[in-house]
C-alpha cells in the first residue's frame, strides 16, 4: 500500500544529514521575522509607559505589570507550545501564536483600564509570542550544524533592528496619531507572522538506503531494479542474521561451537529470505529499523525528568537569573535618561544605540563561537560577568555620553547573550542535539518566573526611591548570581563525565576479566581440583 503523500511545498524537507543551509535560510528568514514581532515589540514598549501611567493613572510598579504578565506567559506556556507543535506541527503553530498576537495588540487600543490590558498584551500576546517564538528557534535548529550559531545570531537581531526603528519611529508617531493607533500598527504588523509560518517546513534525516528503498518502491514500472533491491535486502538481511547468531552462539560460553545454532537457523534464514522477497514492506521496516538503531528513540518534546541532569539544572538556574536583567533596561532606560539631564526628544534614541550595539554584538558573537576551540560555555560566561558590570554603572553614570557608552556596552553584550543562551542547549557541553527538544521547553518555563517578577521588581524599587536607577541594582543582582549559576555547568558536566568514564572503565575490566581465557596452569588446576573434590573419586578410595 502506497502511502499518501504531501505535497513538495508543503510536505518535509528531506536529507541524508544536517544540510547548514538549504531551506534553513528561508527558515532563518522566518526567525527574523518572528524575532521583530516578539522581543522587538515586546523591548519597544517602554516608548508607552509614560503614556500609560498618565492614560490610566497608575504607578510605575503597576503599569510595568503589563509587560511582566506579558513576558511570564512567554515563557511560562512553553511546555504547551512545545506539546502543541508535536501534535500539530511547527507550521500551524506558529501562524496560530501570530495570529493570537496580532489579536492581543489590537484589542489593547481599546481598552479602558490597565487591568484590561493585562489580559489582551499580558495573557494574549502573550501567549502568542510563545506560540510564534519557540517552535521556530527548535526547527532552525535542526536545520544546522556547523553554522548554528553564527546562523542563529544573525536571525535573532531581527530584535535588534526593531528596537532601533521602532523605539524613534513610534515615539513621534504617538504624537501625530495617538498610543492607541499605534498599537493597532503594532498588531497589524504581527500579522505578518501567520504568512511566514507557512515557511516553516519540517526537516526528516534519513539515511541514504531507506530513501532509495522508498523511490524504488514507489515507481511501479520498474519491476527489474526492485526485484535486483529486494534480493539484495534479503541478501543482506540473511548475512545480519547470520551475524547474530554467531556472536550468540560464540558468546553464549556453554561451550557450544556454534554448529548447532547455525544449523538451527538456516531454515529460518531461508523462511525470512523468502518472506522478504514476498513483501517489500518487511525489507524496508527492516532497513528503517537498522538505520536508525544509532540514532535511539527520539525524545519526546517536553521531559521534566532532565531536571535530574545536574549540567541542565544549573544552565536552567543561570537562564532563570540573567532572565532578570533582560527587559528592565529597555523599559526604563527612557525615563533614566530624562532623569539623568537628556533631552526628551533625544531619550527615546538611547533605545537605537542599545539596538544598533546589539547587532553588532550578535554576529560578533556568532563568528566567535563557530572559531573557539575552548568550551562555549566558558565564552558565554565571560559576557554574562562584564554585562553585570555595566548593569551597575547604569545607576551612577550621568548626562548623555555616559548612558549612552553604558547603553552600547549594555547593547552589545545583551546581544552576545540573548543570541546563545538558548542555542548552546544543543551542544555538547550542555544537553546536546538530541536532546534539545525535550530541554528547551522546560528551560523556557523556568525562565518565565524571572520574567514575571523583574520589571515589577525594578518598579517597586523605582516608586520607592524616586531613583529609576534603582531598577538597575537588581538587574545586576540577578546577573552576577547567574555567572556563578553558569561556571557550575561547566563543572557539573566535567563530574558527570568523569563519573561515567569511570563506570565505563570499571564495566569494560569486569567484562574483559570474565572473557579472559584461562591459562594452561590454572586449567590443570581446575582440572586437579575437579578430580580431588568429586563423590564418585572419594567413594572408590574408601
Given at each position: 500500500m502506497k502511502t499518501p503523500?504531501?505535497?513538495?511545498?508543503?510536505?518535509?524537507?528531506?536529507?541524508?544529514?544536517?544540510?547548514?543551509?538549504?531551506?534553513?535560510?528561508?527558515?532563518?528568514?522566518?526567525?527574523?521575522?518572528?524575532?521583530?514581532?516578539?522581543?522587538?515589540?515586546?523591548?519597544?514598549?517602554?516608548?508607552?509607559?509614560?503614556?500609560?501611567?498618565?492614560?490610566?493613572?497608575?504607578?510605575?510598579?503597576?503599569?510595568?505589570?503589563?509587560?511582566?504578565i506579558s513576558a511570564f506567559i512567554f515563557a511560562f506556556t512553553?511546555?504547551?507550545?512545545?506539546?502543541?507543535?508535536?501534535?500539530?506541527?511547527?507550521?500551524?503553530?506558529?501562524?496560530?501564536?501570530?495570529?493570537?498576537?496580532?489579536?492581543?495588540?489590537?484589542?489593547?487600543?481599546?481598552?479602558?483600564?490597565?487591568?484590561?490590558?493585562?489580559?489582551?498584551i499580558g495573557i494574549i500576546s502573550g501567549f502568542g509570542f510563545c506560540l510564534s517564538f519557540l517552535p521556530t528557534v527548535t526547527i532552525l535548529a535542526q536545520y544546522f550544524s556547523r553554522r548554528r550559531a553564527l546562523v542563529?545570531?544573525?536571525?535573532?537581531?531581527?530584535?535588534?533592528?526593531?528596537?532601533?526603528?521602532?523605539?524613534?519611529?513610534?515615539?513621534?508617531?504617538?504624537?501625530?496619531?495617538?498610543w492607541r493607533c499605534c498599537l493597532?500598527?503594532?498588531?497589524?504588523?504581527?500579522?505578518s507572522v501567520v504568512v511566514f509560518g507557512i515557511l516553516l517546513r519540517p526537516i526528516s534525516i534519513e539515511p541514504e538506503l531507506v530513501r532509495e528503498v522508498r523511490d524504488s518502491d514507489s515507481m511501479s514500472d520498474s519491476d527489474s531494479e526492485s526485484a535486483s533491491l529486494k534480493q539484495q535486502?534479503?541478501?543482506?538481511?540473511?548475512?545480519?542474521?547470520?551475524?547474530?547468531?554467531?556472536?550468540?552462539?560464540?558468546?553464549?560460553?556453554?561451550?557450544d561451537s556454534g554448529v548447532t545454532s547455525l544449523s538451527s537457523s538456516d531454515q529460518d534464514l531461508r523462511d525470512n529470505a523468502e518472506e522478504a522477497s514476498l513483501s517489500p514492506s518487511l525489507v524496508q521496516k527492516d532497513l528503517e529499523e537498522r538505520a536508525g538503531a544509532g540514532a535511539g528513540t527520539p525524545p519526546s518534546l517536553l521531559d521534566f525528568s532532565m531536571l535530574?541532569?545536574?549540567?541542565?539544572?544549573?544552565?536552567?538556574l543561570f537562564g532563570l537569573l540573567a532572565t532578570l536583567g533582560f527587559f528592565a533596561?529597555?523599559?526604563?532606560?527612557?525615563?533614566?535618561?530624562?532623569?539623568?539631564?537628556?533631552?526628551?526628544?533625544?531619550?527615546?534614541?538611547?533605545?537605537?544605540?542599545?539596538?544598533?550595539?546589539?547587532?553588532?554584538?550578535?554576529?560578533?558573537?556568532?563568528?566567535?563561537?563557530?572559531?573557539?576551540?575552548?568550551?562555549?560555555?566558558?565564552v558565554l560566561l565571560g559576557c554574562v560577568v562584564v554585562m553585570a558590570m555595566v548593569l551597575?554603572?547604569?545607576?551612577?553614570?550621568?548626562?548623555?555620553?555616559?548612558?549612552?557608552?553604558?547603553?552600547?556596552?549594555?547593547?552589545?553584550?545583551?546581544?552576545?547573550?540573548?543570541?546563545?543562551?538558548?542555542?548552546?542547549?544543543?551542544?555538547?557541553?550542555?544537553?546536546?542535539?538530541?536532546?534539545?527538544?525535550?530541554?528547551?521547553?522546560?528551560?523556557?518555563?523556568?525562565?518565565?518566573?524571572?520574567?514575571?517578577?523583574?520589571?515589577?521588581?525594578?518598579?517597586?524599587?523605582?516608586?520607592?526611591?524616586?531613583?529609576?536607577?534603582?531598577?538597575?541594582?537588581?538587574?545586576?543582582?540577578?546577573?552576577?548570581?547567574?555567572?556563578?549559576?553558569?561556571a557550575l555547568v561547566g563543572v557539573a558536566k566535567s563530574g558527570l563525565c568523569h563519573r561515567t568514564s569511570g563506570r565505563e572503565n570499571k564495566e569494560e575490566e569486569q567484562v574483559s576479566q570474565d572473557n579472559k581465557p584461562l591459562d594452561f596452569l590454572e586449567v590443570d588446576l581446575v582440572e586437579v581440583d575437579l578430580v580431588e573434590t568429586s563423590p564418585v573419586d572419594q567413594a572408590e578410595v574408601v
Open positions: 503523500r504531501v505535497p513538495g511545498c508543503l510536505g518535509p524537507n528531506v536529507y541524508p544529514a544536517v544540510p547548514d543551509g538549504g531551506w534553513g535560510w528561508a527558515v532563518a528568514m522566518t526567525f527574523f521575522i518572528v524575532e521583530v514581532n516578539t522581543y522587538g515589540v515586546l523591548k519597544t514598549l517602554g516608548v508607552f509607559l509614560q503614556d500609560l501611567m498618565e492614560e490610566f493613572q497608575e504607578s510605575n510598579s503597576r503599569v510595568s505589570w503589563v509587560i511582566s512553553a511546555p504547551v507550545a512545545s506539546l502543541l507543535s508535536n501534535r500539530f506541527g511547527y507550521r500551524l503553530v506558529v501562524m496560530m501564536g501570530g495570529f493570537l498576537m496580532s489579536l492581543g495588540m489590537i484589542c489593547s487600543a481599546f481598552t479602558s483600564s490597565i487591568y484590561q490590558m493585562y489580559v489582551t542563529t545570531a544573525i536571525a535573532s537581531s531581527g530584535e535588534s533592528f526593531a528596537i532601533f526603528a521602532f523605539a524613534p519611529a513610534f515615539s513621534r508617531l504617538k504624537q501625530a496619531i495617538g493597532v500598527v503594532l498588531g497589524a504588523m504581527q500579522a535486502s534479503a541478501y543482506e538481511l540473511e548475512n545480519e542474521q547470520t551475524r547474530t547468531s554467531l556472536s550468540s552462539a560464540v558468546s553464549s560460553g556453554s561451550g535530574k541532569d545536574a549540567a541542565f539544572l544549573w544552565y536552567c533596561p529597555q523599559l526604563y532606560i527612557i525615563e533614566l535618561s530624562k532623569s539623568r539631564g537628556v533631552a526628551p526628544s533625544v531619550a527615546p534614541n538611547m533605545l537605537s544605540v542599545m539596538a544598533v550595539a546589539e547587532i553588532v554584538g550578535r554576529f560578533s558573537i556568532g563568528v566567535v563561537m563557530n572559531r573557539v576551540s575552548c568550551r562555549k560555555t566558558r551597575l554603572a547604569f545607576a551612577v553614570v550621568w548626562e548623555f555620553w555616559g548612558l549612552a557608552v553604558c547603553c552600547a556596552l549594555y547593547g552589545f553584550f545583551m546581544g552576545t547573550v540573548g543570541s546563545t543562551h538558548i542555542p548552546l542547549l544543543a551542544e555538547d557541553e550542555v544537553v546536546g542535539i538530541s536532546r534539545m527538544p525535550a530541554c528547551v521547553g522546560v528551560y523556557v518555563f523556568i525562565q518565565s518566573f524571572a520574567g514575571l517578577a523583574g520589571p515589577p521588581l525594578g518598579g517597586v524599587l523605582v516608586d520607592v526611591t524616586k531613583n529609576y536607577g534603582a531598577a538597575f541594582y537588581s538587574c545586576a543582582a540577578g546577573m552576577g548570581l547567574s555567572a556563578v549559576c553558569l
